[in-house]
């Protein structure tokens, strides 16, 4: 059983729908970040969370430390937000900043 | 905000030569620097960690003779995968950390060997 778990592995949306994507982890962290790739590859680092939730635009993620769980949740989706949503984890076992992946979630928001 | 570049954006090269892949970080000074590599349909693997001046640290099973990595200054690491053959073809993605807090990823490098 992977440390992270992500679900579902393929999302497709029409435009303007309400999107979750979920995430489990297994271990105790001290943080937890949410990534966004595009199909070229590039990465581009979404949110950082220890607690409670934040807001950015039109994404939010949340995250509950006693379930080990964490959301994000994409409202009104747009298909420029299709791309694969990493969830990683900094375990508290490790030192320095070292992240441990889930497998991505691939969003595809149709027009 | 943090930038962090990589050069090349794309290499092909033939079987048996060298790649050199440069990780930039272009308005920050990075402690620590990590080399990922990432195959079609699949997560990011961690090849390496690497801090300024140091030895880099590699994950049970990349070959360190193979992927060598260099983090001479607080701005610029560098894997150059020797020797490359065709099942070294992946996309190679470096991160870069200032506190213990955050990750700043490259753009990637898609190398491809004939």
């Known amino acids: 059983k992977n440390e992270v778990e992500q679900s579902p592995q393929n999302l497709t949306a029409q435009e303007g729908e309400f999107i979750t994507i979920n995430c489990s982890y297994s271990?105790?962290?001290?943080?937890l970040h949410w990534l966004q790739q595009h199909p070229g590859g590039g990465i581009v680092s979404l949110f950082m969370?220890?607690?409670g939730k934040k807001k950015h635009g039109r994404l939010i993620a949340t995250i509950n430390i006693q379930e080990k769980h964490s959301s994000l949740h994409i409202t009104a989706s747009h298909p420029r937000d299709s791309a694969v949503y990493i969830c990683?984890?900094?375990?508290?076992?490790?030192?320095?900043?070292?992240?441990?992946f889930g497998e991505g979630t691939q969003l595809t928001v149709n027009p | 905000g943090a930038v962090v570049s990589q050069h090349p954006s794309w290499v092909i090269c033939k079987s048996g030569t060298s790649v050199k892949i440069e990780c930039r970080s272009l308005?920050?000074?990075?402690?620590?620097m990590f080399w990922y590599r990432q195959f079609p349909k699949q997560s990011l693997m961690l090849m390496a960690t690497?801090?300024?001046?140091?030895?880099?640290?590699?994950e049970q099973g990349v070959e360190k003779d193979k992927f060598l990595i260099n983090h001479a200054s607080l701005t610029l690491s560098t894997l150059t995968v020797t020797s490359a053959h065709p099942e070294d073809s992946s996309f190679y993605i470096c991160?870069?950390?200032?506190?213990?807090?955050?990750?700043?990823f490259g753009p990637g490098t898609r190398l491809l060997v004939l």
């Open positions: 271990v105790g962290i001290s943080a």
């Open positions: 690497s801090n300024e001046g140091s030895k880099a640290t590699y």
């Open positions: 969370l220890s607690s």
């Open positions: 991160s870069a950390s200032k506190t213990q807090e955050t990750q700043y």
């Open positions: 308005d920050f000074q990075a402690t620590t």
């Open positions: 990683a984890v900094r375990s508290e076992r490790t030192s320095g900043s070292r992240l441990t």
